[in-house]
């Protein structure tokens, strides 16, 4: 038994990830209303087309800003890459706090004894 679980887990250490697809950087050349042309930074590849829902396109997704993109197939010869993913790689202001926690604390900070600073 000890012997099947040490080569188990000795498997599992030495086994590389598969399917592990890492975000490139890129720029973004244009946007238009459906989609976004985009050009890796570290390729010498042509420019990418994501095609996007109008309604799905992130505020900061402006020409010039950099983005994450998770590569998706390989691109047609007209340069359009279906399933591909991209993400601001810097949001602004709006996105620091997404999911309120830093609120509530501050929130609760404040409801120390009188004087005194609580929750801090």
Do not use: C, K, Y
């Not at 188990?8 to 890129?26: D, N, S, Y």
């Not at 590849?45 to 996007?52: C, D, K, L, N």
């Not at 109008?54 to 359009?80: K, M, S």
């Amino acid at each position: 038994m000890r012997r099947w679980l040490l080569s188990m887990a000795l498997l599992l250490l030495t086994a590389p990830p598969v399917l592990a697809v890492e975000p490139v950087l890129a720029r973004v050349l244009s946007v238009e209303r459906d989609r976004v042309t985009l050009l890796v930074q570290d390729e010498t590849a042509s420019p990418i087309t994501v095609i996007r829902a109008p309604n799905e396109l992130p505020i900061e997704i402006v020409p010039g800003a950099l983005v994450r993109l998770w590569p998706g197939a390989t691109p047609d010869a007209h340069g359009v890459s279906i399933g591909a993913q991209f993400s601001p790689l810097e949001r602004g202001n709006t996105q620091m706090d997404r999911t309120g926690v830093r609120a509530r604390l501050m929130r609760g900070a404040e409801r120390g004894a009188p004087g005194r600073r609580g929750g801090r």
